[in-house]
């Protein structure tokens, strides 16, 4: 109890899907979106994973090399996630940052705070929660 379970996580992720199924009926099941970008050797630069469902889209973790921050390379990921958002039909897309990550670069690239939630993870931090609109 209360260590990771990739079991019951899939279990769970299973009788979520047959829920929203059937609370909309007619839409696509949800789907994984993810993407990344390696250098010319091969090695992971980044990478975002998330999903798509219907008209939405979120981006559940995203992380950069240290060494390739500020360089163009989350901004080369997130294009890369909402245009195949974009094409999957989604009209906008969710993310959340804590304070000490990337707010600002997700201000940067069209993201609008829409809530905070302060003290989270720290007192001293918050949890921040961003949409782009993607027409």
């Not at 997130?78 to 804590?98: I, M, P, Y």
Request: aromatic share 10%; glycine share 14%.
């Amino acid at each position: 109890m209360g260590g990771a379970d990739s079991d019951l996580d899939q279990l769970l992720s299973h009788h979520l899907d047959e829920f929203n199924r059937a609370a909309t009926p007619g839409q696509s099941p949800a789907r994984e979106l993810t993407v990344q970008r390696h250098n010319d050797a091969g090695e992971l630069l980044g990478g975002i994973s998330g999903w798509t469902w219907v008209d939405a889209g979120a981006m559940g973790m995203v992380w950069v090399r240290n060494n390739s921050r500020g360089v163009g390379v989350g901004g080369l990921l997130l294009g890369d996630f909402e245009a195949e958002a974009k094409d999957r039909g989604c009209t906008h897309l969710f993310v959340t940052s804590f304070t000490f990550q990337a707010p600002g670069f997700y201000e940067r690239h069209g993201y609008q705070e829409i809530f905070r939630w302060d003290g989270v993870p720290t007192p001293e931090h918050a949890d921040a929660h961003f949409r782009k609109d993607l027409t």
